[in-house]
């Protein structure tokens, strides 16, 4: 008799450590969704990094196996101590443990977990489709409620938002406090909220390699559609770190091929171009187009037209630069006086902005991750911060040189530049000191890892 041939299911293979990885990236995108405990916000991402650290404690205890956390790492782990050392001199203990077990729980933790559940370059390069896919989520809902506004006058808010107290609420649509509360001028929030335009340079900018690796028309159609998201974003910030990632990309990719004078010519008709534009917002800041910018409906309702958009992005505008100029010049300097106090450990993690609106007549925050770090935990956490940087984009190109020729990725190079965009929203606004700029290093280290171990080189363990 001739056997039948048994039917079996084909084995799908899924690696729950690398998923859970996953997941934390996909949900970075929706911070809208936060929930409150006590006066603590906490977002999904912030919700399921917390609650994952006993299970994640027992695996490492049951595998014997602890991450190999690098020189980043331990510099994180330095400036995590420099913290609770400033909640002991603080004005405010209570804030300062707060602020320093926000920086260990929300966001070390996703560098941690990165390094340790993510084993081979395919699921890093796995978990950049996931900032993607994210990505996508929130440019068609910030489209959409653009879109809903400008056209047809309706605000309209992520689904079940009034559930939640994410930070996407009346003021992107010109209500409550803020320098956006202005009314009739609405801006996208998407899924994120505050920080929707420096979140999307992230996938932007993976989606830039996606289009260098796997060449179809699908990356380049979600590029596109990235790139007019961050434009219409009307974020400054956003714009200084996309420049800051495409110059960064354009000058190590084009040197990798030892092209030195084809690269300085391009450089040159590129500043060309850059210096027209800068000449020309110069030009127009007297100009009566942006009058135009403003509808005077009554005597005390004025409504703004989408020609604020660009109005708000020309840096000669006397109001816009006025604003940057209080927000940055003056806590700039308080910190650079105050970041030696209590022997150079600050005022305390979160005291430093509530210090000055005390004491000088300053009333805006800092709006700068940088001018904090120097304020809130001295110079002795500044130069914490600035060596992580100095490092995590030492590890980058390290990663990227290193490789042989003849066969290049350029992942290393893309997330190094995306780690740097990172770096300049944190020294103009408040967006470096987030998860995903953890999980980016946490990549930009495994990757270095990764290599280390393909090419059979020793790596130095801390």
């Known amino acids: ?39 603590v916000g906490l977002t999904p991402i912030n919700l399921l990094v917390i609650l994952a650290l006993p299970i994640v404690i027992l695996i490492a205890c049951v595998r014997q196996q602890v991450p190999q956390i690098s020189i980043i790492g331990a510099l994180y782990f330095i ?52 900032f993607i896919l994210g990505g996508i989520f929130n440019c068609v809902m910030g489209l959409t409620q653009l879109i809903g506004y400008y056209f047809f006058n309706e605000m309209i808010f ?10 996407s609420g009346m003021k992107a649509f010109g209500y409550g406090t803020g320098a956006f509360s202005i009314p009739g001028f609405a801006y996208m929030t998407g ?37 007019v998201t961050i434009v219409l974003s009307v974020s400054r910030s956003s714009y200084l770190g996309l420049g800051a990632f495409l110059s960064f990309i354009y000058i190590f990719y084009r040197s990798k091929d030892r092209r030195f004078f084809p690269l300085v010519f391009n450089f040159y008709k590129t500043s060309f171009i850059v210096l027209f534009i800068i000449i020309g917002l110069y030009v127009s800041n007297t100009s009566s187009f942006f009058d135009r910018s403003e509808i005077k409906l009554s005597e005390t309702t004025t409504i703004k037209t989408p020609i604020h958009l660009i109005k708000r992005v ?42 000055v609106y005390k004491r000088y007549p300053v009333k805006y925050g800092s709006h700068s991750n940088f001018i904090i770090f120097l304020g809130d935990t001295g110079i002795w956490g500044f130069l914490t911060q600035i060596l992580i940087v100095i490092f995590t984009i030492g590890y980058g190109l390290r990663t990227y040189f290193r490789q042989p020729k003849d066969t290049i990725d350029h992942l290393p ?16 606004r408040t967006f470096y000191l987030t998860p995903s700029t953890f999980i980016i290093t946490g990549l930009i280290i495994k990757l270095n890892s990764i290599q280390y171990q393909e090419y059979d080189l020793v790596q130095i363990k801390i």
């Open 1 to 39: 008799m001739e056997k039948v041939a048994s039917f079996k299911l084909p084995i799908v293979r899924i690696n729950p450590g690398a998923s859970f990885i996953y997941l934390i990236i996909f949900l970075s995108g929706f911070g809208v969704y936060a929930v409150e405990l006590g006066n």
């Open 79 to 130: 400036f995590f101590l420099i913290c609770m050392f400033g909640a002991v001199v603080a004005d405010s203990p209570i804030d300062a443990l707060r602020g320093a077990g926000g920086y260990f729980l929300e966001n070390m933790l996703c560098f941690f977990y990165v390094i340790f559940f993510l084993k081979t370059r395919q699921h890093v390069e796995k978990a950049i489709k996931f």
């Open 158 to 167: 992520p689904p079940l938002k009034e559930l939640f107290r994410g930070q």
């Open 191 to 227: 899924f994120i909220g505050d920080g929707f335009g420096p979140w999307l340079i992230i996938p932007f900018s993976l989606s830039i390699y996606g289009i260098y690796k796997y060449k179809t028309l699908k990356f380049m159609f979600i590029t596109s559609l990235f790139f």
């Open 314 to 355: 020309n840096p000669f505008i006397e109001s816009m630069r006025s604003i940057q100029i209080e927000f940055f010049s003056s806590h700039m300097k308080l910190a650079m006086i105050h970041g030696f106090d209590n022997l150079g450990f600050g005022r305390g993690s979160e005291n430093f902005d509530d210090f």
């Open 413 to 428: 190079l893309f997330l190094t530049g995306i780690y740097l965009a990172l770096v300049m929203t944190g020294i103009v």
